[in-house]
């Protein structure tokens, strides 16, 4: 008997990873969604092998159930939901943070694992339309179990990062996740978002260079999405943006006073460290920040 994996919310990260589980072991796909023209397009470019509007219909069916919504629909999921998932089955998210995931998921009963999933993968645009089952290739799956979680839904998550193509696994705190992610990912679209912020923006253009592509790539993001996710990393966050700050008042004060030195310097600190974390092999930042 086929099992089931249930994935609600069919956006860039939910559609993508939808696609990227047809055929995975004997597990249907299906989606749920908000809105019927969403379905047909699901149905229409065989994202799914079945879609719905009604959670409510399949939450009970599902073996594994993926909560790929924004972090404050997550929530209301959980609460809303907590005594409709079935027994034994295990409930996810791809939630860019996870303490306050974490917690909300407290609400289950017994007996519903929980094991918060972060992959590490996405672009700066967002709905069905622009999902794609390659989205996952090569980006790090991270996930933040509960001590009660069962070894056989650890392994299942492992079997999932393997056949989306995830180049590997990896297992941390919540608050250690909120941490890090806050100056690898959001820290980068804050710089993003600042860039765009300056005067000089609209006057420009035929001037950018690859560097400022790159860049300013992730600031045309998703709002209310974002405003999510940093509001509810904000300590952490705030900590890293202070950093930040530091580093480059750093280079402000080098360059008023002409300390060419100085710069030559933090120019030679800055550009070996980022070569470091170029070397091949387990990689620098597994090294640094010890997700373990």
Known sequence: MKKTIVVIGLGL?????????KGFEDYEIVGVVRRQETADYALEHGICDRVTLDAGEVIPQADVTYLCTAPATVIAYLREYKDAFQPGSLVTDVCGIKTAIMEAASVLPE??????????AGTEFSKIENS??????GSHFIITPRETSTQAHIDLMGRIADYIGCSDL????????????AYTSQLMHII??????????????GFEGGSFRDCTRVAALDVPLWNQLLTLNADAL?????????????YRVALEHHDYERVTAKLQYSSDR??????????QVRLEYDFK
Request: charged share 25%; hydrophobic share 40%; aromatic share 6%.
């Open 13 to 21: 990260i939910g559609g993508s990873l939808a696609a990227a589980l």
């Open 111 to 120: 007996g519903v694992d929980f094991i918060g999933c972060h992959p590490m």
């Open 132 to 137: 794609f089952p390659e989205l996952f290739r």
């Open 170 to 181: 990896v297992s941390t705190t919540p608050e250690r996740h909120d941490e890090i992610i």
């Open 192 to 205: 993003a978002l600042s860039v765009c912020d300056d005067a000089e923006l609209f006057q420009c253009k």
């Open 238 to 250: 705030t900590r890293v943006v202070v950093r930040l700050e530091e580093n480059i008042h750093a």
């Open 274 to 283: 980022k070569r470091r974390m170029n070397l091949p092999g387990p990689g």
